[in-house]
């Protein structure tokens, strides 16, 4: 074999590495694409736990029976409790927003995340804190996005008593209804 023949083999030998090293290298990326994206998926439920944890207590369940039931009866320490849990659902909302853009969380699970704001921000009492106390808190952009994704187009709940509906499908399901 001569040096030239040698020479024609290690180029080629070379090429053919290089070939081997990115289809590696577009694995690896494939794979931690998907380990951020997993990860990223786990702590929106976390986060997603721990808000409606913080609303599990006795005291902070009444104030939330309140909202639901449009219970105009809440005092300034209940609006106190009240603004801080709403400001987190919407910078939950606006980081999912954050997220979809930059398609590290898929369509389903961003609409999941809009589905639960809507209905929590469709109260009338949750809308009233929204634009009396807890829009001032953010930046003018991401008022009016989370507006515009959450509260703009979307119906006021009418208050409803949920233990009383509860209590009505249970019956109409013992019914056979």
Partial sequence: M???QVSYLSQTVAAGAVVVSIVYLAIQIRQSERSQRVM???VRTDRGMTLAASMETPDHAAIWA???ADNPDLS???VAVLTPFLRRW???LLDAKAHHTMS???DEAFE???AGARWGFSFPISRAVWTTTVRRTFPQDDAAMF???VVNGVPLSEGADDAARVLAARKALLAGA
């Fill in 2 to 4: 001569t040096l030239e």
């Fill in 40 to 42: 990223i998926q786990q």
């Fill in 66 to 68: 309140k909202v639901t």
């Fill in 76 to 78: 300034a320490e209940e």
């Fill in 90 to 92: 919407a910078l939950i």
């Fill in 104 to 106: 590290l969380l898929s």
């Fill in 112 to 114: 999941r995340t809009c």
């Fill in 147 to 149: 507006e515009a994704l």
